[in-house]
């Protein structure tokens, strides 16, 4: 698939809030910090079409962005999150399952995963509970050009194994660099196969 155009299409709090056209969503996660943004900018072609920050926690929103007028990319806030308050935490996490749980259209929902260390604790928890509740979901390893191709390699099999613990059918998964663009054709054709 070829994105030749990505528009922002709006925030909102909630599901129900969200841009009123019924086209399919592909939702984008991950902890604080992951490097979701940068992913997003790079599969779009468009270096500022997300927010990035170097500081964690930047998405506060649920971000709808309109691809080629035939489907949503959906930035969603990240989970763990970075230096906020208990309250706004609480929000935070109550605005992410509510969309997750209640947006009929969300077609599957990316879980970002950092490459470079071990899947973390609160990942696989995050994963579970998307298995509980059925949510269609892909996990792609983010900041794969900061590992040799053996060493990425060797992480995401690594990773796979502390997931078997949890799951006997492993996801869809894909290594990706917004640095280098590795990763991108593999998500765009993986999104193109449900359009």
């Given amino acids: 698939m070829r994105i030749s155009e990505a528009k ?6 909630k599901a129900a809030n969200k841009p009123s056209r019924k086209l399919p969503e592909f939702a984008f ?30 998405t506060k929103l ?22 906020v308050s208990k309250n706004e935490r609480e929000a935070l996490r109550k605005m992410i399952s509510d969309y997750i749980l209640n947006s009929g259209e969300m077609v599957s929902l990316f879980t970002l995963v950092d490459s470079r260390h071990d899947i973390q604790k609160i990942d696989i928890e995050f ?10 979901f892909a996990i792609i390893f983010t900041k794969g050009d900061k590992l040799g191709p053996n060493a ?11 997931l078997s613990e949890w799951w006997e059918e492993m996801p869809p998964m894909f290594a990706s660099s917004a640095e280098t663009g590795m990763g991108r054709d593999e998500i765009l054709d ?5 359009i």
Avoid at 36 to 54: F, Y
Avoid at 65 to 78: A, C, H, K, Q, R
Wanted: hydrophobic share 35%; charged share 20%; glycine share 10%.
């Fill in 152 to 162: 990425l390699k060797a992480q995401i099999e690594r990773d796979k194994e502390i």
């Fill in 29 to 58: 996660i991950g902890r604080s910090n992951v490097g979701k943004s940068s992913l997003i900018n790079m599969l779009c072609g468009n270096r500022k079409l997300a927010k990035t920050s170097s500081t964690p926690g930047k």
């Fill in 127 to 136: 994963l579970s509970w998307l298995g509980e509740n059925g949510i269609p």
């Fill in 190 to 194: 993986y999104i193109e196969q449900y």
């Fill in 62 to 83: 649920i971000n709808h962005f309109i691809i080629n007028d035939s489907w949503y990319l959906v930035d969603l806030p990240g989970y763990g999150f970075a230096k």
């Fill in 8 to 13: 922002f299409a709006g925030s909102s709090a």
